[in-house]
């Protein structure tokens, strides 16, 4: 079982800062490490879809939603099994639900990448902006 637990949200004026942490514990039973694990974070507003907010994958590659772009910067820390999301001149449209997920990477002909489904799903952290 992977188990993923998300916290640093909180309430800030529009402007603000505030940095998401995503903490990852892996049962024993599996072989692999939090290194082998593509994480990413999405979002959700109320009556809104979930999406797509940004990712990092195994070697540390990293993509994001336009909205976010040059806001938001993620990052990992595979000594701490720690996901991060640092969020800089938030704005009301960024209230959300902010969820982590993570999924195990995948590899075919001897490369590694990273699927579009991911299994493993945190609780989530609420993240309101007011103006």
């Known amino acids: 079982q992977v188990q993923l637990v998300e916290s640093g949200g909180g309430s800030v004026q529009s402007g603000g800062s505030l940095r998401l942490s995503c903490a990852t514990s892996i049962a024993s039973i599996y072989t692999y490490s939090y290194s082998y694990l593509c994480m990413i974070w999405y979002r959700q507003a109320p009556g809104k879809e979930r999406e797509f907010v940004s990712s990092i994958s195994t070697d540390g590659t990293t993509s994001y939603a336009n909205s976010v772009k040059g806001r938001f910067t993620i990052s990992r820390d595979n000594t701490k099994n720690t996901l991060s999301l640092q969020m800089d001149s938030l704005k009301p449209e960024d209230t959300a639900m902010y969820y982590c997920?993570?999924?195990?990477?995948?590899?075919?002909?001897?490369?590694?990448?990273?699927?579009?489904?991911?299994?493993?799903w945190g609780q989530g952290t609420q993240v309101t902006v007011s103006s």
């Open positions: 997920a993570a999924a195990l990477r995948r590899v075919s002909r001897g490369v590694y990448y990273c699927p579009a489904d991911f299994q493993y």
